[in-house]
């Protein structure tokens, strides 16, 4: 099982340990004891970056394991990594927005269902509660304003394997993506839309 490091922390270099390294059709596969890379999915796109002097093109889970596809190979043993930085931050805040968006909903008794966290498609989607009050845009871009502005800090648990991550006093949700350390760091998040069909309501939303 490839240990995930960026479950509690958020560095972006690393010094990692390469067990394996594969062809793979024009690429190489390869797969380290522990990553900083986060690979796509839970509506997170993956990490890019390089370990060593070669690229890492893109991150995916398999199995229990993490395998990175580089343009070159690299060779067992120690290795350096970094994430592109730009790339994480983009993606970092994207979900920690999906993240207070899926709060508003639950407080009007909505539940999510599903979410993406890509740039120039965040969406989420949600269910009615027995308790559902009607959801509206404007009352909705107020309170996450204000949650942006107290700066609420993220707090994460990590036990036996399951890890939560929430904001000041909001419900933490089971997660495995990556967020800001504080919601000031968002910036401004803008609701664009809702829509509702067939019994589901989805939020598109984007960042400034």
Known sequence: MTERLFFTH????????VLSCTPHEDQFAVVLQST????????QPFDTGTLGDSNVLRVI???DRVVHYLDRPVQPGPISAR??????????RLHSAGHLIGNVGEILGWMPIKAHHWPGEGKITFIRGETAQAMDAEAMQQQI?????????R?????????EVG????????????????????????ILALSEKKGALSVRYSLD
């Open 167 to 190: 904001f000041g006093d909001l419900p933490a949700y089971a997660c495995g993506g990556t967020h800001v350390q504080t919601l000031g760091e968002l910036g401004r998040v803008t």
């Open 10 to 17: 958020d560095h972006l270099t690393a010094e990692l340990e």
């Open 61 to 63: 889970q398999e199995a």
């Open 145 to 153: 304003n204000q949650w942006i502005a107290a700066d609420c800090p």
């Open 83 to 92: 994430v592109d930085a730009q790339r994480r931050a983009l993606h970092t």
């Open 36 to 43: 900083i890379f986060h690979p796509q999915g839970g509506g």
């Open 155 to 163: 707090h994460m648990t990590l036990e036996d394997g399951s890890r």
